[in-house]
């Protein structure tokens, strides 16, 4: 190459912004690099395999000529190129593709392969569902035990309510000592924490929360004409009767 004169206008005229020297000589580059590959393709010698599959395509794109025994055999029965076969012309127009082996695993080996993939897509997807299943169980598990307790929650409440409406009703009737111990609340001892004594008010025998209420309901009702759920103190039987819903939160919702 010539040098290159530094005072031509050609040289004065060149873009010299930082960069772009660099930009260029990779393009260069990259194009320099693409040459070598078309160049090395073309010069590269073709395998035995490749050579029979593009003679394969060749003659497979290729139509029968009358050379062909099985062609000429049928235009002597009458058959014309492009015609379905069949004597209504119900059959095919093109011949049957050819479903050529050129790997060497046995024969079944794909279809084998293929059903074993539709099973463990078939084994994941009932993972998932089965994953899915265990997760609204443990959804509905964790909604009826949280219901649970607040109704239970709920329960306790109404019952020390019983058991402080009792005390006083049956104190105004000069009854000093509860038919049953835990129809009162007993009295908090100083040595024992508040969670200790909740646990023992609801503990003193072998009733469950709901057994104390109804009886402890009953008992109000019966003796002192009182309905916890309403509030209100009747003034006999047949007024408590005719006048209260009944004697459970259900029968007054």
């Excluded at 539709?118 to 598990?141: F, S, T």
Aim: proline share 3%; net charge negative; with cysteine.
């Amino acid at each position: 190459d010539e040098e290159e004169d530094y005072m031509s206008d050609l040289f004065l005229k060149q873009d010299v912004r930082p960069g772009l020297p660099m930009v260029r000589r990779m393009k260069e580059a990259i194009q320099k690099e693409e040459k070598q590959k078309e160049a090395n393709e073309k010069n590269r010698q073709k395998s035995i395999k490749e050579e029979e599959k593009e003679r394969r395509d060749l003659v497979l794109k290729s139509a029968l000529g009358n050379e062909n025994k099985g062609f000429a055999l049928l235009q002597k029965m009458g058959y014309k190129s492009g015609q379905a076969l069949g004597k209504s012309g119900e059959g095919i127009v093109e011949p049957i593709p050819l479903n050529i082996k050129t790997g060497r695993s046995g024969l079944g080996h794909e279809e084998l392969k293929k059903r074993k993939a539709e099973e463990k897509l078939e084994n994941y997807r009932q993972k998932l569902h089965m994953k899915k299943q265990a997760n609204e169980q443990a959804a509905d598990q964790f909604r009826i035990r949280f219901k649970t307790k607040q109704e239970e929650r709920k329960m306790e409440g109404d019952l020390r309510k019983s058991q402080r409406a009792c005390q006083q009703l049956d104190m105004q009737k000069d009854i000093d000592v509860p038919k049953e111990t835990w129809f009162w609340i007993e009295p908090e001892e100083e040595d024992k924490k508040e969670e200790e004594d909740k646990e023992d008010e609801c503990s003193s025998s072998d009733l469950s929360v709901s057994e104390k209420l109804h009886i402890l309901t009953a008992y109000l009702r019966e003796k002192h004409f009182y309905c916890i759920w309403c509030g209100t103190t009747y003034e006999d039987s047949e007024d408590l009767s005719s006048n209260c819903p009944g004697d459970s939160a259900a029968d007054h919702d």
